[in-house]
């Protein structure tokens, strides 16, 4: 996340460099950067399960073109969990509260948010691999169920720790 951060504050333009020395604005910015941060994680992480979404849409095809149509609905099951987790974490409030949000965020619960984070990193990366794993079982229907349903597993749990992370930034946990 640090990247992140330093790409967006090394990006603030001089105005906001030179309102940064009112007292108690600098502050602001700060959040401001982390929130802007936050969003450019958050896109990132978010194409990259786009592109294993769409991967798992491709392999429901060639499930259907191999005659293994009874594993489609099963496959279904984890594109439309990766949709969710898309879905949710594009379109989630930004990480860090500013002057005026309800909801306020410490340095702790933001600390909490960045380990949510890099976990999605590595949930794509095991999502990745699932998919590998997937499409290396298709010629092998001993394994392909236990793939699929590993497949599914990991695209849960990227919405489960999305909803872990929703609990931080609303405080409701």
């Known amino acids: 996340m640090s990247d992140f951060f330093e790409k967006v504050s090394s990006q603030v333009d001089p ?6 020395f009112i007292p108690g604005f600098s502050g602001y910015v700060e959040r401001q950067n982390r929130r802007d941060a936050d969003k450019l994680l958050r896109e990132t992480v978010a194409r990259r399960f786009e592109e294993h979404w769409s991967r798992a849409s491709n392999l429901q095809t060639e499930l259907v073109s191999s005659g293994m149509i009874q594993y489609v ?3 279904e099951k984890a594109v439309i969990a990766m949709r969710t ?5 594009s379109t989630a409030a930004r990480g860090y509260s500013g002057m005026f949000d309800a909801v306020k965020i410490n340095e702790k619960e933001l ?3 960045y380990q949510f984070d890099a976990a999605f990193f590595d949930l794509a990366d095991q999502v ?3 998919l590998d794993n997937v499409e290396a079982s298709l010629g092998d229907e001993a394994a392909l169920p236990a793939a699929i349903r590993n497949l599914t597993t990991l695209a849960r749990l990227a919405v489960e720790t999305f909803e872990r992370r929703s609990e931080v930034v609303t405080g409701s946990r």
């Open 73 to 75: 609905d099963d496959m």
């Open 111 to 113: 600390e909490a948010i």
């Open 128 to 130: 990745k691999s699932g």
């Open 85 to 89: 987790f898309i879905d949710k974490i």
């Open 15 to 20: 105005f906001k460099k030179l309102i940064g």
